[in-house]
């Protein structure tokens, strides 16, 4: 219990990781029309290239995502899972000021500081992408195997709580004066508030030992037997020091080690996380209750009670995932998002929307909560063997923020076309995030393993039988 309870502290240090990954990618979210007053609508742009530059803006960030994601895999072998963390954790300390004050010593302004801007959120992007892997990476490698799959929940409860958090952030300062002060001024408190947990994720990250696996990887076993002790226990860190070496040592460390199938099931599970829809729905959160018929605060608000959602149901797959496994809320998840966009559409196409909308947006992000949301990360976490984990992990981390910006940037797109408008009334992002829901669960009922109970060493065992 000793044991459990140090791993449990180290594992909350990563989740600081999560917890700014939601932070930094949601936080755009209240600051979208100022974004748009003082640096788009002042270009005179059309209607398509308008929709398209915010929706560039939007998820700038995601650029340097999937460039965190590519390079996550190298920083994790080369410069080790926890000074990943620490690298990870200054550019997000470097977004949130840069951001906030993009013409800050350029000598720009007005619509020239967007290009500054975007460079900024690129930046704090590469910090996502890296977090976004090396946290759950941190936290599955340092967990006992009775406790993997919760405390690897734990990333995504901290994902959403930064989420729900700069959700009330955002609002508080929204509140804090007029529009016109929104405009000028509240825009960029709501970046500059992302400095304080950076630093209080970098001040702890120097407090957090490097993992065993990378020790053993390293040739430092008398570094990761001590580490074990604390972690498993002395009775049993013999046995997983053991079963840590021969994974590591007996096969060769290529991506392709173990064939095509398990790199793809990598990136088809991060791929569909995003196609489902989710990060269109977070990200313009407010636009959606917008084009719902509410407006200002209220819609604020709506976003807040959405956030709100997200942390209870996410609380629902940490005491869920290890008992009832990974694959059966996968597929609950799947079936719950499928139904709720699919009424969703109907629902903007007829015009028939109010609170039963707002119930709709809750179960959908419900069911992405207690599956998608957490599972994909467990999941991720686990099957892949040790050999190629970093790697693997790299590539599919890198897929599912390529997956992202397609999704965020083309719903301004579409969402914004008034073609599409004119025949389904905003209804048919949501049909489509619909169908792709439907696909996702296919996926998973046929292609992806249950790892519940399994050690991280068994996976290269499953694999090589696959």
Known sequence: MQANGYATRIALVATLGGLLFGYDTAVISGAIGALEANFIAPQGLSETARNSLTGFTVSSALIGCILGGIVAGWVADHWGRRRGLIVAAVLFLICSIGSAYPELGLGVSGPDAL?????????????????SM??????AEVAPREKRGQLVSYNQMAIVLGI????????????????????????????LSEAVPSLA???????????????????????????????EGPAASNGVLT??????????????????????AGILLSVFQQTIGINAVLYYAPLMFQNMGWSGDVAFLQTAIVGAANVLFTIVAIFTV????????MLWGAALMAAAMLALGFMFASNTLGSAALFVVIAYIAGFAFSWGPVTWVLLSEMFPNAIKGKAMGVAV??????????????KVLDGNSELNALFNHGFCYWMYGAMSILAGLFVWKY??????RSLEEMERLWKRA
């Open 115 to 131: 290009t500054p801007f975007n460079v900024y959120r690129v930046i704090g992007g590469i910090g996502v992408g890296i977090a």
């Open 322 to 329: 290890d008992r009832w496994g990974r694959k059966p809320l």
């Open 243 to 264: 079963d840590i070496r021969g994974s590591l040592v007996q096969h060769s460390d290529k991506l392709l080690s173990y064939g095509w199938l398990v790199v793809i």
């Open 134 to 139: 090396l946290s759950p990476l941190y936290i």
């Open 448 to 453: 992806v393993p249950e790892t519940k109970g």
């Open 201 to 231: 994720f970098l001040v702890f990250l120097f407090s957090v030992p490097e993992t065993p696996r990378y020790l053993v990887m390293k040739g430092r076993d008398a570094e990761a037997k001590i580490l074990l002790d604390r972690i």
């Open 164 to 191: 729900f958090g700069v959700y009330f952030v955002n609002y508080a300062i929204a509140r804090g004066g007029d529009q016109t002060w929104l405009y000028s001024h509240g825009w960029r408190y709501m970046f």
């Open 398 to 411: 890198a897929a599912q923020w390529i997956a992202n910006l397609i999704v965020s940037w083309s719903f």
